[in-house]
């Protein structure tokens, strides 16, 4: 059988992995969240995220290239090889979610925001009600603004599928 012959239900899922980046706070689970129900939904995808071990993270640079005895250069030496890993993985992903905790100002997961917009990305963000306004930008450059985890699997299910929840199908 062609493509061309190919039923519209052999259509829906055919070759439509995805690669997803999860951009991002650090401090809580919500990529662990996604990746298991993801995979309890038998949603074929690839996650990719930053490195989160926040100490790692932080001193790849002068692990790698050498001590730094100012802290900027320091930061700096460590943000620069974080740079080329984040990069990559954004431009080799089909979706990139981010996620704006409520403990810390992400200012890496605004930038990875704006990265993936520059480049055409679909991009999901994913922050409670009381951040709407200060990343109002933000949300208006997303394709989806969610505010929990299993919103983004089902996002991800209906991508791959075109299949809504049953449970949650408007009467």
């Not at 306004?133 to 209906?158: F, M, N, S, W």
Request: charged share 25%; proline share 2%.
């Amino acid at each position: 059988m062609s493509s061309s012959e190919k039923s519209s239900e052999e259509l829906k899922g055919a070759d439509m992995a995805l690669q997803v980046y999860l951009s991002g706070e650090i401090h809580t689970n919500w990529r662990d969240v996604i990746v298991r129900k993801a995979g309890e939904a038998g949603l074929d995808v690839a996650f990719h995220a930053p490195v989160t071990d926040h100490a790692a993270s932080d001193d790849c640079g002068v692990t790698i290239l050498g001590a730094e005895s100012d802290k900027f250069w320091h930061d700096h030496k460590g943000a620069k090889l974080n740079a080329i890993r984040t990069r990559r993985l954004i431009e080799q992903s089909d979706v990139v979610v981010v996620c704006f905790g409520e403990k810390y100002r992400q200012w890496n997961a605004a930038f990875d925001a704006g990265y993936a917009a520059a480049l055409g990305k679909s991009l999901v963000v994913l922050h409670g009600a009381d951040h709407q306004h200060a990343l109002k930008e933000i949300d208006a450059a997303a394709l989806a603004v969610t505010e929990t985890p299993e919103q983004i699997v089902e996002i991800l299910r209906y991508v791959l599928t075109g299949e809504l929840p049953i449970s949650k199908r408007p009467a």
